[in-house]
């Protein structure tokens, strides 16, 4: 026995704690430093007992707000992590990064372009960069059957005539998911200014060898200041954070916003229309903010005792032609439009509070689903669920037109309505 502070403290209790400190400390480093190890498989079941797929284990890191797993500091250091503030009494908040020809395995992590957050003004070395995510083969509990991915700082060059890479502008592309394709994203990939922007993508859980590749084109070499913060984060197919299937995007928020992609774009190269207006046959116009060939679905969790969902326009400009301001209004107000015509959004059963005017489709610079002689952005409502907005755009830059304005998109505020 002992004498400590006043206390009696036996000598079988010592070796007790020690004991016990020193198997957590072994089965936690090893299992977290087998699982995060670039390249390297796990060597026993462990990792599917103490891996981070677990919601539990994420954190926020001290700086750059960002997301990071809890777990001793020496296995996130021995890992390809670094330590980024605390968790709890013991833990550090790890948080794991990559770039060019990285390969990771690590269930929340970032990609992020070469010298971040440095910008690349010059030509990007290697100008296609791959970024590698491994799945963990012993994770069975916890099958992962999709992969969010937050662009928290994304910007490469704009597309060109509403197309982006095709060997003349940059591209984002994933290889591996099953729905990448089929996501109603274009088949170039995507590009310009995207950051504050978030896509779903569906993986097959039974294919764990099947890598995931985030690759950035810039063999085009176009000069341009360039930077992107990706976040990667794999959910378990029976997490409540799952999003429905046809969901490109997914909010669970009772209220926020909703911003077309390429939004915040500026400075598009001027193009050659090729349906110039009458007037001026030869006018050159600039491109839409937004990327050709979208077919996607934008979907808002409903929360329980809600009864409906109000769309109001902080910005407006999509599709429809450029009509002169006595006449600018929502253009398409339709239920019979074909699905190929033209670019809208499609909000079933749109209507306003009263529900005396309803239309599915919207375009044209308002929001409104009173007739077409609307001039103001009204709000538009939906009583029926779920609570989905899908975009359209077809395979034409620029919208019919005699000026060379171009349309920026939407920005919409979404707010769900209390029974």
Known sequence: MMLHNGFIIRSESIRFLILNIFLIDLLVCRSYQQLFRPGQEPQNVINSLLTPILPRSECSAAVDNRMGLCMPRSACISSGGYAAGTCGFVLSCCVYQGTCRAVVTSNETYFVSPSYPDLLTGKVDPPVCIFTLQRNPLIVKFPVCQIRIDFDEFS???????????????????????????????????????????????????????????????????????????????????????????????????????????????????????????????QTRIANNYLNNLNYGICIARQPKICAIRYSAIEFDFGGSFPDSSTSSNQCVSTTMLASDGDFLLIPLGTDLLRTNFADRYCGQRLSSAPTESRINADVYSFITPYVIYVHTDNKAIADSNTIEHQKGFLLKYKQIPC
């Not at 940059?170 to 995507?190: H, R």
């Not at 995207?194 to 810039?218: A, F, S």
């Not at 915040?264 to 030869?282: A, C, Q, W, Y």
């Open 156 to 282: 490469l060059a704009p597309h060109y005539n509403g197309i982006c890479g095709n060997g003349i502008t940059d591209s984002f592309i994933v290889s591996g998911a099953s729905n990448f394709n089929q996501s109603g994203l274009p088949i170039t990939g995507l590009c310009g200014e995207m950051t504050g922007q978030h896509i779903y993508l569906d993986v097959d859980p039974e294919k764990t060898d099947e890598p995931l590749l985030l690759i950035v084109n810039t063999a085009n070499q176009q000069e341009y200041n360039r930077k992107w913060s990706i976040r990667i984060r794999q959910i378990p197919c029976k997490s409540k954070y799952r999003a429905p299937p046809g969901c490109l995007q997914y909010f669970t928020s009772m209220n926020g916003n909703i911003e077309s992609f390429n939004y915040r774009t500026t400075n598009l190269p001027v193009v050659t229309s090729t349906t110039p207006g009458p007037l001026m046959p030869t």
